[in-house]
């Protein structure tokens, strides 16, 4: 997202416009926020490993076209040939897997690290903060993993809303949690 956003002249973009993860998107791959600059991508982003680049792409370059010069026309010609300067071609419908990954849940006193873009999930016996989410560095974004104590999720796909657990503070501070962990063998609360 960084060199795109060079590449268009406009250095600041890929810092200013947000990625983040709605699961409620049923058909639509992903999309452009435009009042707040904010992308939001679904399952269908997820499921579709090797086009992520481009969907960013694609909504990346909206931003772009709506900074220039208030993109009228969403995939009119400036959008157009911002995705090809990518190297992309301008195509506004992907083909991607209608599959979506269920949600892992966390057991056993186990840290769950997610990605809260693309929902990638790496689950370790203590919270490694240095961990990044490889797909999306490639993909040029942040990458961090947000840290979820030893706790059970529900799944994106069911009934409660997702929020309950993208919107998740900051973990817990190293030293409350020593304080506030259940007892052993009391594992169902919590
Ligand atoms: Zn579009
Ligand atoms: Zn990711």
């Known amino acids: 997202m960084q060199s795109w956003s060079r590449l268009w002249g ?3 973009l890929s810092q200013e416009v947000k990625v983040r993860f709605n699961g409620r998107l ?31 792409c694609h909504e990346l370059a909206h ?8 993109g009228r026309q ?7 040939a911002l995705v090809r300067r990518a190297g992309f071609d301008p ?15 966390s057991r056993d006193g186990r840290y769950e690290h997610r990605c809260l873009v693309c929902q990638f999930v790496r689950v ?9 989410c490889a797909e999306c560095v490639r993909c040029g974004l942040p990458g961090n993993l947000a840290v979820c104590g030893p706790v059970e999720f529900v799944s994106w ?13 900051e973990p817990v501070p ?11 063998g009391d594992n169902s609360k919590g």
């Not at 904010?38 to 579709?48: H, L, Q, T």
């Open 157 to 169: 796909e069911g009934e409660k809303p997702i929020t309950v657990l993208w919107n998740l503070p």
């Open 63 to 70: 931003a772009a076209a709506n900074r220039r010069r208030g």
């Open 174 to 184: 190293e030293a409350l949690r020593d304080k506030l962990r259940v007892p052993q």
């Open 91 to 105: 195509v506004t419908r992907l083909t991607v897997s209608q599959k979506s990954s269920r949600s892992k849940q």
């Open 10 to 12: 406009l250095p600041t």
């Open 124 to 132: 370790a016996r203590r919270p490694v903060r240095s961990w990044r």
């Open 26 to 56: 049923r058909t639509t791959v992903a999309r452009l926020l435009s009042s707040v600059e904010v992308i939001e991508v679904g399952p269908r982003f997820v499921a579709s490993q090797s086009k992520r680049r481009e969907i960013l």
């Open 74 to 80: 969403p995939h009119g010609a400036e959008w157009a």
